[in-house]
């Protein structure tokens, strides 16, 4: 889907979840959070979701790429299987796990209390990103 739509195009709702998008004329879309069909929001649906709906929300495309990379580091060979197994949290899934454990080491990183090795230039080899805790 484009950024923005084409001066042809109508607003248009998902009939099983209710996202929003549009629709380009004759175009036939499906919803990609929960695969329902979209069709063209009907008068009064346009005008409600234009003056009482949120604005499109945007998330940087850096910041869940940053957490993905300081994830896969600190959890490489295994230690964040270890971790968890050693602390063996109660009703706590391991995803859960990584993800909370993950913002402590974020923290620790803009708090200089652990140290990240990062090489200069992307590489395939592994052992030139290191976290240092």
């Known amino acids: 889907m484009a950024t923005s739509p084409s ?6 709702i998902c009939d099983r979840c ?3 998008g549009w629709l380009e004329p004759g175009e036939l879309r499906v919803c990609a959070e929960c695969g329902g069909p979209y069709r063209q929001m009907a008068l009064l649906e346009g005008i409600v979701d234009r003056w009482f709906a949120p604005p499109a929300q945007h998330v940087s ?10 994830e896969l580091m600190w959890t ?3 230690r964040g299987r ?10 706590v899934s391991y995803t859960q796990f990584v993800t909370r454990a993950t913002q402590v080491v974020v923290r620790g990183l803009a708090e200089g209390w652990i140290q990240l090795d990062l090489p200069v230039a992307p590489t395939a080899d592994d052992s030139q990103y290191r976290v240092r805790f």
């Open 76 to 78: 490489a060979e295994g």
């Open 18 to 20: 209710g996202a929003r």
């Open 7 to 12: 001066p042809g195009a109508r607003r248009a």
């Open 61 to 70: 495309e850096f910041y869940p790429r940053h957490l993905k990379l300081i």
């Open 82 to 91: 270890e971790t968890y197994e050693a602390l063996a949290p109660e009703k």
